[in-house]
Structure formats: C-alpha cells, structure tokens
C-alpha cells in the first residue's frame, strides 16, 4: 500500500474485543458495529488535542499520524456497514464519490450529444420540407391544371358522379333531391312517391356502387354509369324448412326433385338487387337519371307486370327484343317481343304487338324469326299500361325512344322509317 494510503487512515482498539479498527483519517466520532466482533463500538473523536510528548512513544517518523498496528487481510469478512459509512462520510477520499463524478460527466455528455444530434435532424428535416415546397413553377403548376376534356371523361368524372350520388341518397326531402336529378317530366311524382319526406337510403351504401368504363361513345354523349350489385345469397334459416304439403312434411309422401329445386331457390335465396346510377351532363353539371335509379332499387318494373292494374300506365327503361311465342306463332298478324329489365335480366314479360301498328313497324328492326341472322338486342325507353278490359292485357303503349348504349336516347328517334317501295315501280 503507498504512502498516501497510509496518512489516510488511522486506528484505535475495539471497546469490547480490543482489537484495532482502522477509519479514514478525519472521521469525526461514528457508531458502527466491530467489524471483529460485530458489537457496536463508537470511533474517537480525532479533534481532541493531541497527548503529551512525555506519555506518547517514540516515533522515528516525525510525522503526526496514527500508527498502522497491522494491515487488514485480504478477503477478511466483516459487515458491509462500517467500510459504506465510512466511504460516504469522507468527501474527496474515496474512489466511488470520484467514480461517481466520472459517470455524472459521462451522461452530460452523453445528453449534450443527443441534444445536438436531434437539432442537426430537425433543421435537416426543415430544410427538406421547404425545399419540397418551393419545386420549380412549372411543376406545380402542371399539377394543378385543369384535366382536358379527353382526362376528363375518362376519371375526372368519377369525382363528381360520385358527389352527385352522395347528395341524392343524402338528402332528406323530395326537393332537396331535385336538384341532383335530370328534371325528366313525372321525376317529381316518383320522388315523393318513392321518397317521401324525411327518408333517404342510408339502406344502400354508396361506397358499393362502382364505376363501369362505358364506351368512348357514350362518354361522348355525356353518360356515364356507377353500379351496385349485390347477388342472391342462401338463407341458412330457412334451408331446414319444410317442403310441401303436410303429407310431404309428415314424411307420408316423398318430396320431388323439382320441389325441392324450387323451394331452395324461391325461399332459400335472397333478392338480388341491382341499382343502375346513369349520369347525363347537362350545363350545370354531372345530373343523375333518377326513374332508372327507382326502377333498380323498388323494382319497379317487376311489380308493375306481375300484378294487373287495369287502365295504369308507366314508363321503363327495359331490354328489348324478338321472343318466340308458342301461343301466337300462327298468327301472323302478330310478333311478340321480350321486355327485361337490365338491372334484372330474370324480371321480363312477353308482349304481343300488331305488326302493322307503328310499335310494331318501330321494333320490327329486332325482327329474326324465320330469317338468317343472330338474336338482336336493343336498350330502349318504353310506356306499358293495362288495358280496361277483363282480364286486363299488358302492352306497349309507346316506344319513348332508343337509348344510346344504355341510356340517354332521345324522344323522336325511334320513328319507323317509310317503307321502301318494291322494285320495278310497284309492278
């Protein structure tokens, strides 16, 4: 052990088992347990003055210190309490309070250099974003052009078809609702009828309609078409249910395969629902055709044809086309065409039309029974109506117009042509 270590300590013998205690020089009086003994013994205070030249032994060192009587073995148990009192008692003389500096100037450091690092990436992170901001003119400015006419009608409109859709199922009254619609004639009396005050279609999200890419013509036009789709689904309820008559129930009577087929697919199923949103720019914007969006969404036309109201009429947006028709395939007087809704390709009626009647001459161009060619199918606005007699018939009162690839057709361009006189002058 150096000289330094030596002048820092000093000793005196235990009160109980004699034996010396060494403590850091300076240590004012402390009580602590032996570390021999493990009794509490109480350090002297070192303070006093000192003893008379004539009572202390003769020193060859002339240095006024305690003498060492014996170094503490190495590896000597003894309690852990007197050597922590004695450390944290003494400022400036042991290592641990220098140690503790030490660490102390370590984690400034240590905070300093973060502090400064994260300043450097804030003003990097500042600087980044306002260099970003202020891009050259010319690219913001081509960024914020307006779409061609061309970009327009190809995904600008979906923007705004779908703010138009928004507003009309939002809306809470038959007015309100108006003005998102084309003003077609009767628009209103669907509207109120349909829609009466206060309701709205929080039943039917708006966020299922998709965009349908419509020809480059029809874009032409102005029309464009969101859809909502939504198939059959099975009832798992009502899959256990019983099948016909109670004999069949009671297992009397075995049930067939087409009553089973049929009962699966009447009360197993559910509805299918098919909404069409055709849009028409107008001036004021995109408009939206509501008669077609009723029409999908009430399935109107199904409710129309399959319950008779004699003297009723209405108008539909329907597929149309040549049927054949068992009962009238001799009478040649008459032709009888297939009218569906294209929202529902499963809800149509056959209709009997004179061939000499100006709808019979007007859908003759669908005509392909007994000739060469392929089925043909056209889109087209239509009137039915009942008639008063009983049992009251169903008919076409009058073909409205073709509709341009779906929709948007307009009145007067079904007119049938004058027909063309035969070769020769008639003769």
């Given at each position: 052990m ?25 240590l ?57 009192l ?25 905070v ?7 300043g ?23 960024a914020?052009a ?19 859709l928004?507003?009309f ?5 038959p ?12 628009v ?20 299922s ?17 969101m ?32 009553e089973?087929?049929y ?13 069409n ?18 029409q ?6 199904r409710a129309?044809v ?25 009478d ?28 019979g ?35 076409i ?15 007067g ?15």
């Open positions: 150096s000289g330094s270590s030596q002048l820092s300590q000093a000793s005196f013998p235990c009160q109980h088992c004699q034996k010396s205690i060494y403590i850091p020089a300076g004012p009086p402390t009580t602590a347990p032996c570390p021999h003994c493990g009794k509490e013994v109480t350090s002297p205070d070192q303070n006093l003055p000192a003893v008379p030249a004539a009572t202390r032994p003769v020193q060859e060192n002339p240095v006024d210190q305690p003498v060492r009587l014996e170094a503490p073995a190495k590896g000597r148990d003894r309690p852990a309490q007197i050597e922590d004695v450390e944290t008692q003494l400022p400036g003389a042991g290592g641990n309070q220098r140690r503790r500096k030490g660490n102390m100037a370590a984690v400034i450091a240590a300093l250099i973060l502090l400064v690092a994260g450097v990436t804030f003003w990097l992170a500042q600087k980044w974003k306002k260099d970003k901001q202020t891009l050259p003119s010319s690219d913001s400015s081509t914020t307006p779409l061609s006419e061309e970009q327009w009608r190809t995904t600008g409109w979906k923007d705004e078809a779908f703010k138009v928004s507003g199922m939002t809306a809470k009254s007015i309100d609702r108006m003005k998102y619609v084309i003003p077609n004639e009767g209103m009396d669907e509207l109120e009828m349909f829609y009466p005050e206060g309701s709205d279609d929080s039943d039917t999200p708006k966020e309609f998709g965009y349908v890419m419509g020809s480059e013509l029809d874009h032409k036009r102005g029309i464009f078409l859809q909502y789709r939504q198939p059959a689904q099975i009832d798992m309820r009502e899959y256990f249910a019983p099948i016909g008559s109670l004999d069949r129930v009671l297992g009397q009577e075995p049930s067939t395969l087409m089973m087929a009962r699966i697919d009447e009360d197993n199923l559910s509805k299918p629902i098919g909404i949103a055709f849009f028409k720019k107008t001036d004021q914007g995109l408009k939206l055709d509501a008669s077609v969006f009723i999908g969404k009430f399935r109107t036309f129309f399959d319950y008779p109201r004699p003297g009723k009429t209405q108008v539909f947006r329907v597929v149309a086309s040549e049927a054949l028709s068992h009962e009238l395939r001799d040649k007087r008459y032709r009888t065409y297939r009218l569906e809704d294209f929202a529902y390709p499963k809800d149509y009626v056959n209709v009997p039309v004179l061939v000499e009647s100006e709808t001459r007007i859908l003759s161009e669908l005509n392909w029974r007994g000739m060469n060619r392929d089925r043909k199918l056209r889109t087209a606005t239509v009137e039915l109506g009942w008639s008063n007699e009983s049992p009251s018939k169903l008919q009162v009058k073909i409205v117009c073709w509709e341009f690839l779906g929709v948007g057709g307009e009145a361009n079904t007119a049938p042509e004058a027909p063309v006189p035969p070769a020769g002058g008639g003769h």
